[in-house]
């Protein structure tokens, strides 16, 4: 055991035997669809009181190899694995509360419109199975005097979050009440959405951008994890040395002016039933990332300005196999380019994916002016706002 950490578990107290919310230390692992909801937590634990928040490093191979090996208890995509990585570290950080929440179902903008807003499997359950590699020999949570804390979170049914984060956290957390846990939902979803608006009023002003000077962008379609460095190989920011803006899907605009330019013929055809309405192609609307994946293509394959889609895809990804053809399918029918980078994992070589972005250059350079007159003319008139 390093000097360093000898001093972290001399200052480190057991949760229960403090009554000052500010001695609580929080651990999150910034992982899977962590990363679509960090705000929400970053909300949650401020309005109760807690001391300090600290997020896990970005994943990576160092990370992984320092504080993750040999705690995977059974074979799984490359994202779930990282957790292992992610979980370590926090052990060495001064925390005192791991906080890793099970997230089964997500806060969709499509919910409503769609079956359902559930997480993947794998995703869920990657807790439990990375859990176990860190108790199987001996508790390495209780040896550090962290209280390891993962409660099932139904995002989209908002209305049972607190019971289930009270009873998970009522132990930890001294004097917590539900009541105090339900005004702390309200201030979680409060700060993600502040937030999500501030990413899509971005998204917006990139895409007016393009319209005044006619430039072409890119979107890219993968998990909201793919924004992960170590997950998504950061291959949207090779993009951008070429003066290609790069959107994510999760975050584009949802103003009622735009979506009715570009959706507003169908709906008033009967095609479909509103802007966010996707059982036009895809009728097992049940998996959050994948519905939102489907309509980030329907977006692209309307929106002039997108002349070329980036798919991200992780090693050994059950869940986006079903949704490749569909995706190519809705985005080419346009005439938008589309390049797929799959089976991500740790050893794809870096030579290998700026070869590819310099093709993907080329070929965006050749056809981005042609693509964007082409979709101009099956919508009306640009609307007034986006040359504002
Ligand atoms: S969606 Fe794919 S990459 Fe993500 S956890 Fe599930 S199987 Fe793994």
């Not at 949760?15 to 949650?44: A, E, M, Y």
Request: positive net charge; proline residues 6%.
């Amino acid at each position: 055991m390093s000097f360093l950490t000898s001093l972290i578990l001399l200052k480190r107290r057991p949760l229960g035997s403090q009554q000052d919310r500010r001695s609580i230390r929080v651990g999150i692992p910034k992982f899977l669809n962590v990363w679509g909801t960090h705000q929400f937590w970053v909300g949650f634990f401020k309005a109760l009181g807690v001391g300090k928040i600290i997020f896990s490093s970005d994943t990576s191979e160092e990370q992984y190899r320092t504080y993750g090996k040999g705690r995977i208890t059974m074979d799984s995509c490359y994202p779930v694995k990282a957790l292992a990585g992610h979980m370590g570290e926090l052990l060495y950080k001064d925390i005192n509360l791991l906080f890793v929440p099970m997230i089964y179902s997500l806060p969709s903008f499509l919910r409503g419109h769609v079956v359902d807003t559930l997480s993947c499997t794998r995703v869920m359950m990657s807790v439990e199975n990375i859990r176990a590699g860190f108790t199987r020999e001996r508790d390495e949570f209780s040896q550090r005097g962290i209280s390891l804390v993962s409660p099932f979170v139904p995002f989209g049914e908002p209305e049972l979050l607190p019971k289930y984060l009270w009873e998970s956290l009522k132990e930890v957390i001294p004097g917590l009440t539900l009541e105090e846990t339900a005004k702390a939902v309200e201030e979680g979803f409060r700060a993600l959405s502040d937030f999500e608006k501030r990413m899509r009023e971005k998204s917006l002003e990139i895409i007016k951008w393009c319209a005044k000077n006619q430039r072409p962008a890119l979107l890219v379609l993968a998990r909201p994890y793919h924004m992960d460095p170590g997950i998504g190989h950061e291959i949207d920011a090779e993009f951008q040395p070429y003066g290609y803006p790069v959107l994510w899907y999760n975050y584009l605009p949802l103003d009622d002016w735009l979506l009715d330019w570009l959706f507003g013929k169908e709906i008033r055809a009967g095609i479909i039933k509103s802007p966010f309405d996707i059982s036009d192609v895809w009728t097992s609307s049940y998996s959050s990332n994948t519905n939102e994946i489907i309509w980030g293509a329907k977006f692209s394959a309307r929106l002039p300005w997108i002349t070329g889609v980036i798919r991200l895809s992780s090693y050994e990804c059950g869940m986006d196999q079903p949704t490749f053809t569909p995706v190519q399918k809705i985005v080419e029918s346009s005439g938008t380019l589309y390049f797929k980078f799959g089976e991500l994992d740790e050893t794809k070589p870096a030579g290998s994916i700026k070869i590819r972005v310099e093709t993907i250059v080329y070929y965006l350079e050749k056809y981005s002016k042609d693509i964007i007159e082409k979709k101009l003319k099956r919508l009306g008139p640009i609307p007034k706002e986006l040359l504002t």
